[in-house]
């Protein structure tokens, strides 16, 4: 927060008779309370180490007032009430305030020290708190906060302080100087502005309506399908490829067929050769190992190849007679799976039947 200071100094080029003035009212306000005084009806009586730094604190804020030193000062005299609420520490706090040109902060501890000082009937602590706080009050800065669309869970703050909703349309005193009113709510952005205080005037801030973080856009609604049209095809249940088991016969059926016919070509062959080789004893020979090694291979892909196909022809029958005739209903009770095995030298074929 931005702050005028109403005490002159040195380095900023005030004249001698401001100094005058300044010092006069320091020195005014030192000779007027000096010892702390006692707290009055404090909410909890302090532990002697923070009465005892309280003490420290208030004699240290009293020495830097003495020598004008009005930034440093308050605080220590803040803090120190704020440790033991004396009545003393806070009739310094609020002259120094003064001096330092935080009217509406010096005006209000003045009341409350005015408040204190009745209830400790101290007549003479009671008079001077009431003239400084009658003196200031004419002439205090005040600020008017208008909220023009409440929202649930809104916040409104002046210079970080919360202001609750008694606050709003209301002139409150303010110090001089900058302040930065804000608001925000859940849902919405956070809004800020600043504005200047100045003595004797009083000051206007609107809330504007806030805007959304983030707008919701509206998608357009889905149309809904006609009950004249045909509902779209559903895709087929995991692990249902469409094929139906009819259709596995077939194909194994047709592997069996084509097995046959290439089995029955290289028993054609194998016959052949065997019929040649004995009509001319040419296999008598030892030396014709090739011709008898040849008319061995055919027999041996002819054996192979007409055990598969025959295999392939029983297992494709069994698998297209006992599988449903529909491509999506349900495997029925008493179904049967065939699976035909080839090996090295032959062919057969494995069945699975439940019931």
Not at 327 to 335: I, V
């Amino acid at each position: 927060m931005v702050t005028a200071t109403s005490e002159p100094s040195a380095t900023r080029g005030s004249t001698w008779r401001d100094r005058t003035i300044a010092a006069l009212l320091l020195a005014a306000a030192i000779g007027a309370f000096p010892a702390r005084g006692v707290a009055q009806e404090p909410p909890a009586k302090p532990s002697p180490r923070d009465s005892a730094a309280a003490e420290a604190l208030f004699e240290q804020g009293r020495k830097l007032l003495a020598a004008g030193k009005l930034r440093q000062a308050c605080p220590k005299f803040a803090e120190s009430y704020r440790l033991d609420p004396a009545l003393g520490s806070l009739l310094n706090l609020a002259t120094c305030h003064q001096l330092e040109g935080k009217t509406a902060s010096a005006w209000g501890e003045f009341r409350d020290a005015e408040q204190q000082a009745r209830r400790a009937g101290d007549a003479k602590r009671q008079k001077f708190a009431a003239d400084k706080a009658a003196a200031l009050e004419g002439n205090l800065p005040k600020m008017i906060v208008t909220v023009t669309d409440p929202r649930p869970g809104m916040a409104v703050a002046r210079d970080g302080v919360a202001l609750g909703d008694a606050s709003f349309n209301t002139a409150l005193p303010v110090d001089p100087g900058e302040h930065v009113i804000s608001a925000e709510a859940p849902g919405f952005k956070r809004w800020e502005t600043r504005f200047e205080a100045t003595a004797g005037k009083r000051s206007s801030v609107v809330v504007p309506p806030l805007d959304r973080a983030d707008p919701q856009v509206e998608s357009p609604p889905t149309p809904t399908p006609a009950s004249s049209e045909q509902p779209p095809p559903q895709a087929p249940a995991p692990g249902d490829s469409g094929i139906t088991g009819r259709t596995v016969g077939l194909v194994i059926g047709g592997v069996g067929l084509a097995s046959l016919a290439v089995g029955g070509a290289f028993a054609a062959l194998f016959f052949s050769a065997k019929a040649d080789c004995e009509a001319s004893e040419a296999c008598k020979d030892d030396d014709q190992h090739s011709i008898r090694h040849t008319m061995n291979t055919r027999g041996t892909i002819s054996g192979v190849t007409l055990g598969v196909g025959a295999a392939a022809v029983i297992a494709g029958t069994i698998v297209f007679f006992m599988s449903p005739s529909g491509s999506g209903d349900d495997e029925p009770a008493n179904a049967v799976r065939v699976m035909p095995l080839f090996y090295a030298r032959g062919a057969g074929a494995v069945g699975a039947f439940s019931f």
